[in-house]
Structure formats: C-alpha cells, structure tokens
C-alpha cells in the first residue's frame, strides 16, 4: 500500500485536555497538510477545568471499536492520558519518548495509541514521533505476535 492510499484509508482519533490543547491544533495542522482524515474528539477550545480523562476514554474507545484507526491523546505530562487508554480493552498506548522509541513501539508492539507530554515535548519532536507512529508497520513475527496476544489474555481476565 502506497503512503497516499495509507493515508485515505485510516482514521486518527485525536484528544487533549488543556495542557495538550495547543499541540493537539498544530497536530491537526499537519495531518491537514498531509490529507489525513483524523476526527478531533476534544477538547474543541481551551478551558482551563477540563480534564484529561474525558478525552483519552473518548479516543481509545473509538479506536478500540476499530482495528485499523489510531489515536494519538496529549496531557502535560503524558503519563494520565496514557493510564486512560490503557484501561480500555484493545488499546495498546504508549507514552512517547522520541521518534524512535515510537518506531519501536510500533513494531513490536502493534501499538494503537501515542501519548504525548505536552509540556515536554517540542512541536518539532511530537510531529517526528507522530510520523512514525502512523507510517511504521507491525512487524507482526511469531516472538511479538506472542506477546501482544499474552497482553490480549490479560485484558480478558
């Protein structure tokens, strides 16, 4: 599959409590630019009492429903976001470090969701950690395939 057709046909759930706000507008700038479709599931203004959880349930659940979507959630620090969307069954979240522990997240971990620190995370670095995360396959080989399916198994317990 081609980038564009790779582009057209994933959705990208994204939401951020205030303290991610305006990292998540320049998020959307760019997925714009690259014409992808993403659905903006909030906050949709800056209110200083909003609180993260609302939004990482929003995200995860909906990409929790939908096995080739991918949702990115932002906080301040990264950490609550990505608690969030953990808890939901079939969401494999990782806190993002850097493009390449995103890559790596990626391909050994299939995972499903990013969650970024906006208060520590330069926009330059969240756009390169974005990137990968929605252009880097799941390698899918019998050792990963074995434990996202040992993750599977503990969810159902």
Same mark, same amino acid.
């Given at each position: 599959?081609?980038?564009?057709?790779?582009?057209?046909?994933?959705?990208?759930?994204?939401?951020?409590?205030?303290?991610?706000?305006?990292?998540?507008?320049?998020?959307?700038?760019?997925?714009?630019?690259?014409?992808?479709?993403?659905?903006?599931?909030?906050?949709?203004?800056?209110?200083?009492?909003?609180?993260?959880? +609302?939004?990482? %349930?929003? =995200?995860?659940?909906?990409?929790?429903? &939908? $096995? *080739?979507?991918?949702?990115?959630?932002?906080?301040?620090?990264?950490?609550?976001?990505?608690?969030?969307?953990?808890?939901?069954?079939?969401?494999?979240?990782?806190?993002? +470090?850097?493009? %390449?522990? =995103?890559?790596?997240?990626?391909?050994? &971990? $299939? *995972?499903?969701?990013?969650?970024?620190?906006?208060?520590?995370?330069?926009?330059?670095?969240?756009?390169?950690?974005?990137?990968?995360?929605?252009?880097?396959?799941?390698?899918?080989?019998?050792?990963?395939?074995?434990?996202?399916?040992?993750?599977?198994?503990?969810?159902?317990?």
């Amino acid at each position: 599959m081609d980038q564009e057709t790779k582009y057209n046909t994933m959705t990208v759930f994204i939401g951020a409590d205030h303290r991610g706000f305006n990292l998540k507008e320049k998020l959307k700038s760019w997925l714009d630019e690259k014409g992808m479709s993403y659905e903006d599931l909030g906050a949709v203004s800056y209110d200083k009492a909003d609180d993260y959880p +609302i939004y990482a %349930e929003r =995200v995860a659940r909906k990409v929790a429903g &939908d $096995n *080739v979507s991918f949702g990115i959630v932002l906080c301040g620090s990264g950490a609550g976001v990505d608690i969030v969307a953990n808890k939901i069954d079939g969401v494999r979240s990782c806190l993002g +470090i850097n493009p %390449e522990q =995103v890559k790596a997240a990626r391909q050994d &971990d $299939n *995972v499903n969701v990013l969650s970024i620190a906006s208060d520590f995370v330069d926009e330059k670095t969240a756009l390169l950690m974005v990137n990968e995360f929605l252009n880097t396959a799941y390698l899918n080989s019998k050792s990963h395939e074995r434990r996202v399916n040992q993750v599977k198994d503990i969810e159902k317990q």
